[in-house]
Nanobody, 122 residues
Framework: VQLQASGGGLVQAGGSLRLSCAASGRTFVYYPMGWFRQASGKEREFVAAVTWSGTYYTDSVKGRFTVSRDNAKNTVYLQMNSLKPEDTAVYYC??????????????????WGQGTQVTVSS
């Protein structure tokens, strides 16, 4: 599976961005898909995940971010609203092996996109 993330950019606080993650190489409908982010000098952290049965979020983004997937397009999205300066980070999409449960641990994902920078100015 190859993952290509896009959609990052510079936005003012309170603004919105939508990240996309296009998968190729395999049908990924049964792969849990996650979004992680890594701010400068910090560890990579879980943001959101989507499986065939539900969506999951870290507390700091609940109510502001929405993760979704379009299996027909092999694409996962992360809609980010009400952005805050603390959301500034490189955002990565990741896929876990088919049939497995989602995880909040980045080390348990098997495939990674290249990352896209999100910068939120105050």
């Amino acid at each position: 599976v190859q993952l290509q993330a896009s959609g990052g950019g510079l936005v003012q606080a309170g603004g919105s961005l939508r990240l996309s993650c296009a998968a190729s190489g395999r049908t990924f409908v049964y792969y849990p898909m996650g979004w992680f982010r890594q701010a400068s000098g910090k560890e990579r952290e879980f943001v959101a995940a989507v499986t065939w049965s539900g969506t999951y979020y870290t507390d700091s983004v609940k109510g502001r971010f929405t993760v979704s997937r379009d299996n027909a397009k092999n694409t996962v999205y992360l809609q980010m609203n009400s952005l805050k300066p603390e959301d500034t980070a490189v955002y990565y999409c990741a896929a876990r092996g088919s049939g497995r449960l989602y995880s909040t641990k980045w080390s348990e994902y098997d495939y990674w996109g290249q990352g896209t920078q999100v910068t939120v100015s105050s």
